[in-house]
């Protein structure tokens, strides 16, 4: 196959950002359809993406499980905890398969949550690239920065989650 015309070649990032989305369609929670790569050398080590445990019943099946969180502004939020966030999951199945991560890149679909955040930092892991912005992500840029994890977030958009209006909730 002969490259050129108007199919430029993309660089290391936005070809592993392309693989990312794709993983992220493997998601089995409707309400917020994430993917992680995590990557050294140029070499993709693990996948992760949104889901429940292994041999436990998905969202996509079951509905979902539902935790409200009071922010400290007073505003009330509800977050899905049936499934594991696609980073925990790409660090999961590298300590699964004894995969060293250490000095590794993670692509993400949002900035990660904070205790995503604290996983990466512990897992070795020393450069992070989001495509959007998660809308609680304050924490997670500040214990980067202290960390010294490299950062970097293609779009200032948020990451919404789908509203669930009317949505199966516990099961039930």
Known sequence: MVCGGDMARPSWDEYFLDIMASVARRSTCDRGRSGALIVKNKRILTTGYVGSPVGLPHCDDVGHE???TIHADGHVSKHCVRTVHAEQNAICQA????????????????????????????????????????????????????????FELLSEDIKEYADQIGEKIGGR
């Not at 990466?120 to 495509?131: C, F, L, S, T, Y």
């Open 95 to 150: 300590a699964r398969y004894g995969i060293p991560i250490d000095g590794a890149t993670l692509y993400c679909t949002m900035t990660p949550c904070y205790v995503c955040a604290k996983m990466i930092i512990n897992a070795g892991i020393k450069r992070v690239v989001a495509e959007k912005d998660y809308q609680a992500s304050a924490e997670t840029k500040r214990v980067f920065r202290e960390a010294g994890i490299q």
């Open 66 to 68: 539902f935790k409200e």
